[in-house]
């Protein structure tokens, strides 16, 4: 029997080569995958939570793995229905919860073990939810580094992504690459397992269940087709030229400057210098210069574009249509917007975005004495006010800092260590942010 990490180290390579996997079902026998699974889940806070069948991991033994193994061995594992509750959202509105079984996590963990092996070296460069060594700071780090000169983002959100994917589409897309009917049926099975709400049985129709095991890197898998069709449809069409063409206006600027040292003319060098750095050394309208950047973290999408509005808004519609046409997917109306990114911030993972421009800011280069405006065209992150304004909240009353009675009981010490708790949290974060 070969250990787990011998198994996931197989699967990686088979991944990284792009070769299919035909008999993935065969290592859902195998039980150090179990240990390996429960390990990762039995510390996680819902581990005990009871789901439909009230199970929780309290119990869990060798044995009872092997009834589970048996089990799929002979397919009459049945994935039970989730436990579905609501939890509030920012905006008032509430996002359902699936809370599956215990032997469901387990045997949903084991399968992701295995899809996530798999899949992980195929994945975009440019996807960073769910994944390992990779979050939110990655994604903004991205943006930071190497968008610069962005005109306009293209802020894309789906509309209840989790909920709305297609089941035909989803199996289709794992059918691609995973050549073993039976462990297709096992994941069909789970999307198809239905949730009970008020104990009312209700049949999913679509949708992975938000709280379940598989959805995050199911949805990954169902949204690499979105960045493959970007980075090889998108991308390489609104992409084009080196650098762009040199300002006509500024080489004239250039000319005269020369002109008036020749001269001796010092005044006019010192007006001609400030009427020099007021301009671009590019032309920022050159029609054979474009850029399309992209970024996705789970269902959120963000999209820089130097070039006309008018390409950004045919961008925005060639999204909104490859995710109708082909992912089955709608776009949110409220929240997929055209930012412009020198006048306007854009909103994603928590962050506002904006592309500076400051022509009074410059820097001197080590070892050369000109004096060149670093700051044009970078890209900067921000805190939101008003997140500011509602992590302040809790703590004031009209404005005015006031008791929190709930913390009397506490000395001091523990004072001090709670709020610099809560207040590490926010602040490391936003880190990133050029005014944290």
Known sequence: MQSAEAVLDILRERGRRGLPCNELYRQMFNPQLYLMAYGRIYSNKGAMTPGATGETADGMSLAKIGRVIDALRHERHRFKPVKRVFIPKKNGKRRP???????????????????????????????????????????????????????????GDIAQCFD?????????TLAEKIHDNRFLRLVRNMLKAGYLEDWKWNATLSGAPQGGILSPILSNIYLHRLDTFVEKVLVPEYTRGKLRARNPEYRRVESDIQRARRRGDRVSVRVLHKRLHSLPSQDMNDPGYRRLRYVRYADDTLLGFAGPKAEADEIKQRLAQFLRDDLKLELSEEKTLVTHARTQAARFLGYEIRTQRDDGRSER???????????????????????????????????????????????????????GARYRGIVQYYLLAGDV
């Not at 992980?120 to 610069?148: M, N, Y």
């Not at 709305?164 to 289709?172: I, T």
């Not at 006031?402 to 009397?408: C, D, E, I, L, T």
Request: net charge positive.
């Open 97 to 155: 919860l699936g809370l599956p079984s215990w032997t469901d996590k387990l045997v949903g963990e084991v399968m992701r073990l295995l899809l996530e092996a798999y899949y992980e070296p195929q994945f975009s460069d440019h996807s960073h939810g769910f994944r390992p060594r990779r979050g939110c700071h990655t994604a903004l780090r991205d943006v930071a580094r190497t968008w610069t000169g962005t005109s306009w983002f293209i802020e």
């Open 164 to 172: 709305a994917l297609d089941h035909r589409v989803m199996l289709e």
């Open 365 to 419: 280069k080590k070892g050369n004495r000109r004096l060149r405006r670093s700051v044009n065209g970078t890209i900067a992150l921000h805190v939101p006010k008003d997140v500011i304004k509602a992590k302040c909240a809790p703590y004031l009353t009209r404005g005015k800092p006031a008791h929190q009675p709930s913390m009397y009981k506490h000395d001091d010490y523990n004072l001090v260590g709670i709020f």
